[in-house]
């Protein structure tokens, strides 16, 4: 849905970014080193879903792909992505899951329910388990860098056991579940999980945050 910058071209982008490093570090060996201590955190997946796997008027991919077999095709791509990424200097890469988009308040809202929409749950799960053996397969295929996958669905958990309103989001939002221009929001920000229909507040961040960090720490 609209225009995108898709990860390959973020790759190509990044690409001129680092070959700029060069004029400034003064050498290649110095950019290798400086890109060793960097910490890349690499986030998809969700969109792939949302704006594509669940819109059936829009994308014939639920029609033509299980499950299964559509993410066996984007953690395919993402695994020459990451290679991508790789090459590039990176070498600690951590890949974080799709975490519970059928709890978000966009996803009840379209289903015209309260609780959790477990189909699109359950649809995620085959990427997030092939996401998992590909952080394995990379710290085999590339011993000299770090990966480490991200179980964001258990943070969704933490964060529907911690905050009360997990139901509504925190501002006025659009038909597409993005919060409307100068509308009102929510007055104890603090007590809510996602700040639109789709996007987690400070507050779910402060907590999330510290979560991931316990895995993060594993490739620092």
Not at 38 to 44: D, G, H, R, S
Request: glycine fraction near 6%; charge should be positive.
């Amino acid at each position: 849905q609209g225009n995108n910058i898709d990860l390959s071209k973020q790759l190509s982008n990044h690409q001129v970014t680092v070959s700029r490093f060069g004029e400034v570090l003064g050498n290649e060996e110095a950019v290798s080193n400086r890109l060793k201590q960097c910490l890349y955190y690499v986030n998809i997946g969700s969109n792939d879903y949302i704006n594509n796997y669940f819109l059936p008027q829009f994308s014939n991919a639920s029609k033509e792909y299980s499950p299964g077999i559509f993410a066996f095709r984007l953690v395919g791509r993402y695994y020459e992505q990451i290679k991508t990424l790789y090459n590039l200097g990176a070498r600690k890469i951590a890949l974080a899951g799709i975490s519970k988009i059928g709890c978000t308040p966009f996803a009840k809202t379209i289903a015209g329910r309260k609780g959790c929409v477990d189909s699109q749950n359950e649809a995620v799960v085959p990427f997030n388990k092939l996401l998992r053996d590909l952080a394995g397969r990379l710290n085999q295929d590339f011993p000299d860098a770090k990966f480490v996958y991200l179980d964001t669905m258990a943070a969704t958990d933490l964060l529907l056991r911690s905050l009360p309103n997990t139901q509504e989001p925190c501002c006025q939002v659009q038909t597409v579940g993005l919060c409307i221009p100068n509308g009102t929001f929510c007055d104890q920000r603090d007590t809510y999980v996602y700040w639109d229909a789709f996007h987690p507040t400070q507050a779910a961040n402060y907590i999330v945050g510290p979560f991931l960090y316990q895995t993060l720490k594993q490739i620092l």
